[in-house]
């Protein structure tokens, strides 16, 4: 004879264990009992309490999970500076990560000029009792705190600046911005950075700088930004005066601000000058000329840093991951050296 399975009971609201209970002739506990995994349970016992679930369509919430395992099903991401653009585009890859992996992602921003912000963080996802973190923290005194911060359970430090293994994507990143310019014939670069005290500016300065410097050519002006646009254009009155050709600005908010001091000093672009972002913002694309921009791959770098995580947590090796590398947009504010 063939049994056909009931469809679960359409409910207005979720069933609850009572439900679950009511339904098999048993307890609430005997059911919380099943859900832990407890043994000794009669057989037709379980069987009822089995069909009971199936037919009401319950699903136990995380909470029971975690009672059941042990295991919380739960990550934090502590982010300093959440919705300037690289690490907003880092959580979307790591929250859509931890959700196919059945996870859920609590994210806290920090003050980037308050330890005591991290410090509750930490206390905020412990009471959480979360089962791992990621920190994004960007600046060096926001990472001293987080690197100082005891903690019992794994941590992942900054996955956007440098490859989970410890070297830096973001230097091959910014290389391929020099790299683009030498090929256009340029030898004479301006050099925009963030504020040093930026895990990510030193970084795309130095990728910058040592692609230049292994190729033999110079790099006649550095100028430290703030990221704004109002530093970029500060910083093209003295590259100008510096007779460089090409510019590499390390975000995209100054590289606009640079191609808008050039136009007022008369200096066009790319005729005159080059000019390259990083980030490749939306707005990038609406600029004239477009801006030619660096798009790194920081959703990868969510998802990648949420898979080692996970492997931490569960004591297994560290997943194989995907190239996490960048590539150039190639757009009208770079030509030819003249």
């Known amino acids: 004879m063939t049994t056909v399975p009931h469809a679960p009971v359409e409910r207005e609201k979720p069933a609850t264990v009572h439900d679950v209970a009511a339904l098999a002739g048993v307890s609430a506990q005997t059911v919380s009992r099943l859900l832990k995994g407890f043994d000794g349970i009669r057989p037709e016992t379980r069987l009822r309490v089995e069909t009971a679930i199936r037919e009401l369509g319950y699903r136990p919430n995380r909470a029971a999970q975690l009672l059941r395992t042990r295991k919380s099903y739960r990550l934090g991401a502590l982010v300093h500076e959440m919705f300037a653009y690289g690490p907003a585009r880092l959580l979307q890859g790591a929250t859509t990560a931890a959700r196919q992996a059945g996870y859920s992602l609590s994210i806290v921003g920090v003050d980037g000029e308050s330890a005591a912000s991290v410090e509750a963080a930490f206390d905020t996802f412990q009471e959480e009792q979360v089962a791992g973190i990621i920190a994004v923290t960007l600046t060096d005194d926001v990472r001293a705190v987080v690197q100082h911060r005891s903690s019992e359970i794994p941590v992942i430090v900054d996955p956007a600046e440098a490859a989970l293994d410890g070297t830096s994507h973001v230097e091959h990143d910014a290389a391929l911005a020099a790299g683009h310019l030498l090929d256009l014939g340029h030898r004479r670069f301006g050099l925009l950075s963030g504020p040093l005290g930026w895990l990510p500016a030193r970084q795309r300065r130095d990728g910058f700088l040592a692609a230049v410097h292994r190729a033999g050519a110079s790099v006649e002006a ?117």
Do not use: K
């Open 222 to 338: 550095v100028t430290e930004g703030d990221w704004s646009p109002e530093s970029g254009e500060v910083a093209a009155r003295r590259f100008a005066e510096a007779g460089v050709t090409a510019v590499f600005a390390a975000n995209d908010a100054m590289a606009i601000g640079c191609m808008h001091g050039f136009r007022q000093l008369g200096c066009r672009v790319p005729e005159d000058v080059s000019v390259v972002g990083f980030d490749a913002i939306p707005e990038s694309a609406y600029v004239a000329p477009g801006l030619t921009t660096i798009l790194p791959a920081y959703e990868d770098e969510g998802r990648a840093a949420v898979a080692t995580l996970i492997a931490l947590i569960d004591g297994a090796p560290p997943p194989v991951l995907p190239d996490r590398a960048a590539r150039l947009v190639h757009r009208g504010s770079t030509a030819p050296l003249p």
